[in-house]
C-alpha cells in the first residue's frame, strides 16, 4: 500500500507497516482479525438458519465512544493475516455452509480484503459491513466483489458525530459512502429463502434522547432512494458500555415507547426492513473475540 494511507475520510497520512499498529485505527496494513466463524445476530436475511460466515477485523477509524466491541474496535488483539491468510479464512467459512461471507469493519483494511476477493469464487454473497464512514473512493475498490453492503449510518447531526465519534463530517460521509453503495449494488434482491443476495440495508441504532436524530436518519434513506430498493433496520440494541462518565446522557436506554414511536415513524415512510425491541439491549449477541476460525 502506499507509504502514507489516505484511505479513509480521516486522511491521517500514517505510515502502516505490515506489522505495525498506525493512524487512528491503531492497524497495520496486514489485516488483523479476532474471529471468523458462523454468526446469528445479524438481521434473519443475513444469518439465515445457518449463520453468517463473519470476519472480524480489529481496529476501526471511527473510535465511538459507546462502542460495544471495544475489546477490538481500539485496535488490540487479533491475529495478523496475510492476503492469502485470510483468503483461507473466507473459503473455509464458505465451507461450512454459511449463508455469506460478512466482513465487519474492514474499511481500514479495504486494501488487503480487496486483493484476497479478486478471482475469489464464493460462490456466496459477500457482505460489507461497516460504520458506514469510509470514502467513496475507497468504496469503489470493492466493486465487483461486494454483493451485499450493511453500513451503519448513525449521525444525521454533526454535533453528534464529533462528540461522540470526533467525526463532525460523518454525516456527508456517510451520505454519499451509502449512495456508492446503492450505485454498485442496485435495488436489492432476495432469494426464494428470503436471504439478501444483493444490495444495501441500512442500519441505524438509536440512541438515548436521541429521536429526531433517528427520525432524519429515516428520512434520508426514504428520500434518497427509490421505495422498495434498500432494505432499513432500527436497532434499540444499545446497550451503556464501561467509561461513559463523560456521557451521563448516554447512560440510559431506549424505553418502548420511544422504539414503538419510531417503528412507526419508518413504516409511515415506507421504508422496509427490520427492527428490535427494547429487550434487545443485553451483551448477550457480542461474541468472544477468541482467535476462533483462525
Known sequence: MDVFC???PRQCRAKRDSDRPAGICRS??????ARAAPHFGEEPCISGTKGSGTVFF??????????QNREISRGQGGELLTVSQLRDVMLRLRDQGVHNINLVTGAHFVRPI???????DLEIPVVWNSSGY???ESLRRLEGLVQVYLPDFKYWKSDLARSY?????????AAAAIKEMFRQTGPYELDVEGLLRRGVLIRHLILPGQDLNAMDVIDFAAEEFPEGSV???LMSQYTPMPGLERFPELLGRVDAETNQRLIAYMEKRGLSGYWQEPDAATDEMIPAFDGTGL
Request: contains cysteine; proline residues 7%; glycine residues 8%.
Open 6 to 8: 489516505n484511505d479513509c
Open 28 to 33: 497495520p496494513s496486514l489485516p488483523r482479525v
Open 58 to 67: 480489529t481496529g476501526c477509524n471511527l473510535r465511538c465512544v459507546f462502542c
Open 114 to 120: 480487496a486483493q484476497a476477493l479478486e478471482g475469489l
Open 134 to 136: 469510509e470514502s467513496v
Open 165 to 173: 465519534s470526533l467525526a463532525e463530517d460523518y454525516p456527508g460521509v
Open 231 to 233: 432494505l432499513f433496520s
